[in-house]
Every structure is written in C-alpha cells, then in structure tokens.
T-cell receptor
C-alpha cells in the first residue's frame, strides 16, 4: 500500500528538549511538506522540500529544523527554541509539477500530536 | 499573496439535508483550488480539486464544488448529508506546488 506514515501518533516531551517527528512516504513523490495545525487556525506551513538535499522555510519556520537526505524521508525537529510547540503536526507529499507554476495535489499523513509540558 | 477565507467556523445540519460550505479566495491568476476533509485526530483527505475546464467539479463521497471566478468562490455542496460526513473541511488555493489553507469549517450532523 502506498502512502505516508508519521510516527509516533502521540508524543510527549518536557520543555527544553528537542524532539524529532518522523515522516516517510513510498509514493515516489519529490516534494514533501510539514504543517502545523492549531485549533481554529487551519494549517500553517513550516518547511517544504522540492527535492532531496534541498528545503525551504515556510511561514512559521522559527524553532524548527528539517533534513532531506533521502527522497522517502523528511524528519522535522522541534527545537527548544520553539516557544509554543504543543500542536498537531501533519506531513504531506506531492509530485513535482510538470510545468512551471503548475500544481499537484498534496497527500497527507495521519499526523503526530505533540504535547510539551 | 494568496489567501483563503472560510466564513463559517461551525455549521450544523440535519441528516438528509443539503449542505453548502463557503470558500472565498484571493489570488491574482487562475487558481488551483482544493477541498480536503479531516476526521478528528486524522490527516487530510482530498475531496476534489479544480485546475481548469468545467467549473462544476465532482468529488468523492457525493461532494461537488463550483468555481465562480466573478465571486472568487469555490463552495462545496452535497445534496444529502450523512452522519458520517461530520468532520472538518478545509478549502485551499495553490500555486507553484504550495497550498494556502482556509481556517476550516467544522460540520456537525444532527440525527
């Protein structure tokens, strides 16, 4: 079955600790994304990667870091610098568009709920 | 910059009644538009998308949406709601492989 997996589903950490969220896809997609979801605020883009070994900041990148060493994997680290890390984190992937300015739909993983106390 | 507004935060409908969820977007060119659905604690599932062509788009689970350029809208409709449709619905506009999401509309279904 092709899809996106995120682990773990629930994650608990103490304040001041870094934590890494896993995202793996077997859809052979080039592009991958990380979103943060807070109640009533929709999804906000943290980081995205269009190709291996390359990634760009999204709208709310401060306090987060990513790596893209393999096409299938795009882990997100929530650092101690993130002031309000408790949230639901969603990973997504998509095919690269065939034309400049084009777009393909994004496929989402099941999410990881992070609670920091 | 592109933006999406979903004016209704919560909507309650009776099972079997019709449904329309509103979505207004701001984008300079022809937009790529999407509707996603999210069940509690889950990821997002694509309901339908509009890229070009026919402005009435059919999706999964009996949903449809109509693109109206003059009104900058992409409203989601379903003629008869089922209890299993209770979820949160997100409209999104995209360009260059990037999506901007609205704040979502939570749908509750009364028996």
């Amino acid at each position: 079955d092709g899809g996106i997996t995120q682990s773990p589903k629930y994650l608990f950490r103490k304040e001041g600790q870094n934590v890494t969220l896993s995202c793996e896809q077997n859809l052979n997609h080039d592009a991958m994304y990380w979103y943060r979801q807070d109640p009533g605020q929709g999804l906000r883009l943290i980081y995205y990667s269009q190709i291996v070994n390359d990634f760009q900041k999204g709208d709310i990148a401060e306090g987060y870091s990513v790596s893209r060493e393999k096409k299938e994997s795009f882990p997100l680290t929530v650092t101690s610098a993130q002031k309000n890390p408790t949230a639901f984190y969603l990973c997504a992937s998509s095919m690269r568009p065939l034309t400049s300015g084009g777009l393909n739909e994004q496929y989402f993983g099941p999410g990881t709920r992070l609670t920091v106390t | 910059a592109q933006s999406v507004t979903q004016p209704d935060i919560h909507i309650t409908v009776s099972e079997g009644a019709s449904l329309e969820l509103r979505c207004n977007y701001s984008y300079g060119a022809t937009p790529y538009l999407f509707w996603y659905v999210q069940s509690p604690g889950q990821g997002l599932q694509l309901l339908l998308k509009y890229f070009s062509g026919d402005t009435l788009v059919q999706g999964i689970k009996g949903f449809e949406a109509e693109f109206k350029r003059s009104q900058s809208s992409f409203n989601l409709r379903k003629p008869s709601v089922h209890w299993s449709d209770a979820a949160e619905y997100f409209c999104a506009v995209g360009s260059g492989n990037m999506l901007t999401f609205g704040g979502g509309t939570r749908l509750m279904v009364k028996p």
